[in-house]
């Protein structure tokens, strides 16, 4: 099947785009009120992901209202772990949560590498039923959580403001934190070159949590193992390039470590001025953002001057990607996301 | 009265010292045992603070177990929202509130500038006081929050994961938030004066949530103005320069406008490498920092790994304070402050 909008692969591989594509991290999400029908239908967060049917329907929501250039597979980062046999949940309002969080050495020994296709057949249907829905009109995105950000879920059992447990390990076990975290780098190779088989065209992995670490130990503990993961992906599918974006939280200072990895684009959040990171990393990686989703609950002119502004920074030639700096949030109007989608259109194609 | 120990203050002018100087941020505090017991006799956290034997008594406390280059005024950074009439408490294990956020125009129109003389005057006492009591044994740090900072809890009325309303204001209503930032920041001008007025050597700006804003909002809403406060402040009290620190958290990308200001030395996280920031802004402001403080949870050899791998990276000469990269958080055992002072003194003075 043709790709008839490869605009988004090509600007990956920073090869001339006619205008820079767009979406939006969790733009199939609660902003959407079409979402919100869906996910009551649904009944939980987990139900919903775990549905091929309804996981295909919301991917393609917002592809209906926007003209965004790539759809991202409707899942969650914490899927490995909960195949894991973490027993991953939603606390209304309280985000995700373990029923069997890490506590013990043994807990961590007895983990098991996961194998994608046996124990998250959810997912990877998910990816296929969407390839097809989605009839080469944008490409799909697949997409996983960094081995670091897992490993902070799985030991503290939940969201955290200061990952008390992680870094108490990280401090004084290390051994037995690399052990975890070399599990899960196994476990999302297999899970992203799965997803890659099915039918994602390019992945990109989550860091939320790589930012709260100091420069040393998130070279050691984070960005080692998404290098792992980055090396240990299948290259090509269909005949094309597969192209991995990195995205660490807060990792702005660390942008050159991160291109070293052989990845193929970054994902950076708005505290980085995309000028400056475009200089600091030559031009090894494509970058990907980084308005910041709060500028959604301005004005439209405000949406339309960082859209703006963003662009010119980025500067000519391809290699950028439009899209946040973090995933958009259930508050925001969808008609402020038309706003920011035809900006992106207007000001790049001029 | 002469000042025994000045290697802090010397440190923050780049002059020569015999070895680093530490302190630790938050060191009066809850990891110490007679912390919590002149607390539980004081009542709640804020008449500890309002009472200045006892505010006295406490700021001491670290300097007894620990030989620590600097005492810091032990106080809130919320005293000036609290003494424009916002109420300030703290609900138990919930962090700072205030009764009266703001919630429109007309709140913010109507605050008025302080007088921390009239408005404020615990504060002032308890700088006097702890002077008198240091009786020249190491210098007295006095600090505030910044605009920024002091006013995303005034909007928001409490803590904050994603600071939506303070966000919202910026770009919606850009023009209020500079009102209210201006009103601080000439509040904070006369509050620093004041406690240096009182006896205050050093002062040092919390920029506690900079960091979340992007780098031109950055610029625009928390750094003009926190300029605008290093301009305004006494230069010069007893016969010596008053040096002053801007701890932005999170602002590791942002130290060459930070150094821009004419402040004496950048507080730096642990996201940081001290040796590349010293670097950026070349020998032009001393560095405060910048060790996480989960290194604390380590073992004692993981605390002594740390504090050298930190001093190595700084190198030789003048001009670092060491530090952790933020407060120093309840769970600790005070033994491991003493490996991590005992290191800094070992190995700085080699």
Redesign the interface.
Known sequence: MTLKNDRFLRALLRQPVDRTPVWIMRQAGRYLPEYRATRSRAGDFMSLCKNTELACEVTLQPLERFPLDAAILFSDILTIPDAMGLGLYFAEGEGPKFRNPLRTAADIEKLEVINTFSDLGYVTDAVASIRRELNGRVPLIGFSGSPWTLATYMIEGQSSR???RS??M???QPELLHQLLDKLALSVIDYLNAQIASGAQAVQIFDTWG?V??????REFSLAYMEKIVKGLTREAEGRQVPVILFTK?G??WLQSMADTGCHCLGID????IGTARKQVGDRVALQGN??P??L???DA?IEAEVG?ILRSYGSGSGHIFNL?HGI?P?IDPKKVKILVDAVRKNSSD
Request: aromatic share 12%; glycine share 14%.
């Open positions: 200061d990952f008390a870094k108490t990280l401090y004084k930012g670490l100091s420069h040393s130990a998130y807060g702005g200072q708005w505290t980085v001025d308005m910041d709060s500028v609950r301005g004005t405000s502004a700096g949030t508050d």
